[in-house]
């Protein structure tokens, strides 16, 4: 099988993009570049590409994890510079390497948040032994505890850095637990914040890249 997996990052004006939409980008920059990806059967046939973690409108990332196929043989770093010049703005092309990834390993994902305002401290949050918020789940929206989903957090620079459960069984979004530190830290109101997706990890906190 002729399998590749693209390492991307995904920025300014390209985070405004919907998953779905950025999907038939994803396939038209294929197009673009010439580069022979394959399409499934049927009625309505689509290029078979993957994503690892779809990711939410208004976030930005330096760690996109897309898998692909093409119908025939093609070096890698023919297809990566293809790709690259083919990239519409706000999506650069950092590697393409043949085969699978790991992202059905994916337990974890590691994000940036920029607040207007950051907490004096995130103890007394991290130190709750439940962190109840209204959570939008596959049957609605609903009071759900999400501290067992956080992994940790940390201040720095500006920055909060939070480490999340991510993935198909849990996926916690960096918006919901600001929602949570706003409702939970006394006097805190972060305003306004922009959110980037630094890592994903593996059950042993091993990057994938």
């Given at each position: 099988m002729n399998d590749y997996c693209l390492?991307?990052?995904k920025t300014d004006a390209a985070?405004?993009?919907s998953h779905l939409d950025f999907v038939r980008v994803m396939g038209r920059m294929m197009r673009r570049a010439s580069v022979p990806v394959a399409f499934s059967e049927g009625f309505n046939p689509h290029p078979l590409l993957v994503f690892a973690l779809p990711l939410s409108v208004g976030y930005t990332s330096g760690c996109e994890l897309m898998e692909f196929r093409l119908a025939e043989y093609m070096p890698p770093d023919e297809v990566e510079s293809r790709l690259r010049a083919s990239?519409?703005?706000g999506i650069n092309v950092l590697s393409v390497r043949e085969g699978k990834s790991r992202m059905k390993k994916l337990r974890y994902a590691l994000y940036r948040v920029t607040p207007e305002r950051l907490p004096a401290s995130a103890d007394g949050f991290l130190a709750r032994k439940e962190t109840v918020v209204?959570?939008?789940t596959k049957s609605g929206v609903k009071d759900t505890d999400i501290r067992s989903d956080i992994i940790s957090i940390g201040l720095a620079d500006g920055h909060i850095d939070m480490t999340l459960s991510a993935g198909s069984e849990h996926n916690l979004k960096p918006d919901v637990v600001m929602k949570a530190m706003n409702k939970y830290?006394?006097?805190y109101d972060s305003g306004d914040c922009e959110y980037h997706r630094a890592a994903i990890y593996d059950e042993n906190m091993e990057e994938i890249k």
């Amino acid at each position: 099988m002729n399998d590749y997996c693209l390492i991307y990052e995904k920025t300014d004006a390209a985070k405004y993009i919907s998953h779905l939409d950025f999907v038939r980008v994803m396939g038209r920059m294929m197009r673009r570049a010439s580069v022979p990806v394959a399409f499934s059967e049927g009625f309505n046939p689509h290029p078979l590409l993957v994503f690892a973690l779809p990711l939410s409108v208004g976030y930005t990332s330096g760690c996109e994890l897309m898998e692909f196929r093409l119908a025939e043989y093609m070096p890698p770093d023919e297809v990566e510079s293809r790709l690259r010049a083919s990239a519409p703005a706000g999506i650069n092309v950092l590697s393409v390497r043949e085969g699978k990834s790991r992202m059905k390993k994916l337990r974890y994902a590691l994000y940036r948040v920029t607040p207007e305002r950051l907490p004096a401290s995130a103890d007394g949050f991290l130190a709750r032994k439940e962190t109840v918020v209204d959570k939008k789940t596959k049957s609605g929206v609903k009071d759900t505890d999400i501290r067992s989903d956080i992994i940790s957090i940390g201040l720095a620079d500006g920055h909060i850095d939070m480490t999340l459960s991510a993935g198909s069984e849990h996926n916690l979004k960096p918006d919901v637990v600001m929602k949570a530190m706003n409702k939970y830290i006394d006097g805190y109101d972060s305003g306004d914040c922009e959110y980037h997706r630094a890592a994903i990890y593996d059950e042993n906190m091993e990057e994938i890249k």
